[in-house]
């Protein structure tokens, strides 16, 4: 019933809470995508009916994944009902987005991961590779596409960007206040993909009780957690702060 395209890593931004180095599958590794991309054409596809496309590259810079895109033949996927995208952003361009046309009736969500709220962080330090500028013209093309209903723009909670939670908040809702769309804000728990010492993992992860930031991410994360837009995986941690003010 679901495929996650979980089998490429390429991807334009070279985040520290994802990987050490920039990955773009080429020669022998695209042609292990390709194949698995055929696979799936000719053996699975009338069977599929949901896409989600990817949490382990980005779907517009992998090579395999935005050509599968723009090719898309619906005929083969008679079941399919939904295309999740999850991308950074940064090439979800109009001009991309219209050579993508077959697949615009499917895609009703999305996800966009961003980690940040202001230029200096979101290109220095959560998003290597990435321009500040762009992402926000583009976040107000994409708002706008009429298929899509439902958004989630996603904030990985570490220590270079806890600090930028409620104003991560107010730029999201400000760039969404003119649309009648379902916005889902959320803040997630950083997690060690094998690129972090444990020495390094425990600096990085401010929800760890024995970080020395705790304390103050809490104080940030009580900014948002009544707002109806967010969402976020650190409930455990304030009712454990309930608990102890009883």
């Known amino acids: 019933n679901m495929v ?5 890593k390429s ?4 985040c520290p809470s994802c990987r050490n180095e920039l990955i773009n599958y080429l ?19 009338d069977t599929i009916k949901r896409m989600y496309i990817t949490g382990t590259s ?5 090579k395999s994944f935005r050509q599968f895109l723009i090719d898309f033949q619906p005929q083969k996927y008679p079941k399919l009902e939904k295309i999740w995208l999850h991308t950074n952003a940064i090439l979800w361009t109009e001009k991309l987005w219209n050579r993508m046309s077959k697949i615009h009736k499917y895609v009703t969500e999305c996800e966009v991961s961003i980690d940040a709220a202001t230029k200096d962080t979101y290109e220095n330090k959560v998003r290597l590779g990435g321009n500040w500028n762009t992402l ?9 596409i009429p298929n899509i209903k439902n958004y989630t723009f996603s904030f990985v909670v570490q220590d270079t960007n806890f600090q930028e939670i ?19 804000i959320f803040y997630n728990h950083i997690t060690n993909w094998g690129t972090f010492t ?11 009780k ?25 409930h455990h941690l304030l009712d454990e702060v309930k608990q102890t003010l009883i």
Do not use: A, M, W
């Not at 991807?11 to 070279?14: D, G, S």
């Open 4 to 8: 996650n395209f979980c089998f490429d």
């Open 11 to 14: 991807c334009n931004l070279q």
């Open 27 to 45: 020669g022998k590794d695209r042609d292990k995508v390709d194949d698995k991309l055929k696979q799936l054409n000719d053996e699975l596809s």
């Open 210 to 234: 024995n970080n020395p930031h705790h304390l103050s991410f809490i104080n940030e994360l009580k900014k948002v957690t009544t707002k109806k837009e967010v969402t976020h995986n650190f």
């Open 58 to 62: 980005d779907p517009f810079y992998s």
């Open 198 to 208: 444990d020495e390094v993992y425990l600096l990085k992860d401010v929800s760890n």
């Open 136 to 144: 926000i013209d583009n976040l107000k093309f994409i708002i706008k």
């Open 166 to 184: 409620k104003p991560f908040y107010d730029i999201i809702t400000d760039i969404c206040k003119n649309t009648n769309k379902k916005i889902n």
